[in-house]
T-cell receptor, first 110, second 114 residues
Framework: QKEVEQDPGPLSVPEGAIVSLNCTYS??????FMWYRQYSRKGPELLMY????GNKEDGRFTAQVDKSSKYISLFIRDSQPSDSATYLC??????????FGQGTILTVHP | DAGVTQSPTHLIKTRGQHVTLRCSPI?????VSWYQQVLGQGPQFIFQ???????GRGNFPDRFSARQFPNYSSELNVNALLLGDSALYLC?????????????FGSGTRLTVV
């Protein structure tokens, strides 16, 4: 069993839709939770990070962490074609090793 | 400000050869980590270096090695290349060693082993 599970999709939505991306994990010691966006042939770009349980909002993006369920989510409101990318969840203990999910391929069509 | 710089961007090697990948972190960042990303998968942790010392190693064979230089740049070396080593190799830098959320990634080196 992988430490971090993420549905690879692909996910296709119309422009303006609300997108929900999710990951589950097995290691209860994870403390920091992140979402990265990766465009084709590029490195991952940090979108959101949260510490422990709770919600965090940044513009059209909202990250949620539920440590009791070992479940994290990223919501994208008013999705745009430019949001089309692979979205990676990642998490870490107190030191620097990041453990990533498989990534979800998202396409937002006009 | 310059981001994380990796070189070369693309590389083709033959099985059994050796390869060296290079990374320059963001100015002021003292920690560098290396990740391997196989097509269709998330990045897998290989190494972390902080202040020129190894701080973490992932589940990779001894054919993989790395080092960090006094200017905080880093090299990843892979010996006796296998076809399965074909991947995107990512370098990430951070100001310190413990703030996992603070990592900035480069665009990677795409290695193809034939």
């Amino acid at each position: 069993q992988k430490e971090v599970e993420q549905d690879p999709g692909p996910l296709s939505v119309p422009e303006g839709a609300i997108v929900s991306l999710n990951c589950t994990y097995s290691n209860s010691a994870f403390q920091y939770f992140m979402w990265y966006r990766q465009y084709s042939r590029k490195g991952p770009e940090l979108l959101m990070y949260t510490y422990s349980s709770g919600n965090k909002e940044d513009g059209r993006f909202t990250a949620q962490v539920d440590k009791s369920s070992k479940y994290i989510s990223l919501f994208i409101r008013d999705s745009q074609p430019s949001d089309s990318a692979t979205y990676l969840c990642a998490m870490t203990l107190s030191y620097g090793k990041l453990t990533f999910g498989q990534g979800t391929i998202l396409t937002v069509h006009p | 400000d310059a981001g994380v710089t990796q070189s070369p961007t693309h590389l083709i090697k033959t099985r059994g050869q050796h390869v060296t990948l290079r990374c320059s972190p963001i100015s002021g960042h003292k920690s560098v980590s290396w990740y391997q990303q196989v097509l269709g998968q998330g990045p897998q942790f290989i190494f972390q270096y902080y202040e020129k010392e190894e701080r973490g190693r992932g589940n990779f064979p001894d054919r993989f090695s790395a080092r960090q230089f006094p200017n905080y740049s880093s090299e990843l070396n892979v010996n006796a290349l296998l076809l399965g080593d074909s991947a995107l190799y990512l370098c990430a830098s951070s100001p310190g060693s413990g703030e996992g959320y603070g990592y900035t990634f480069g665009s990677g080196t795409r290695l193809t082993v034939v």
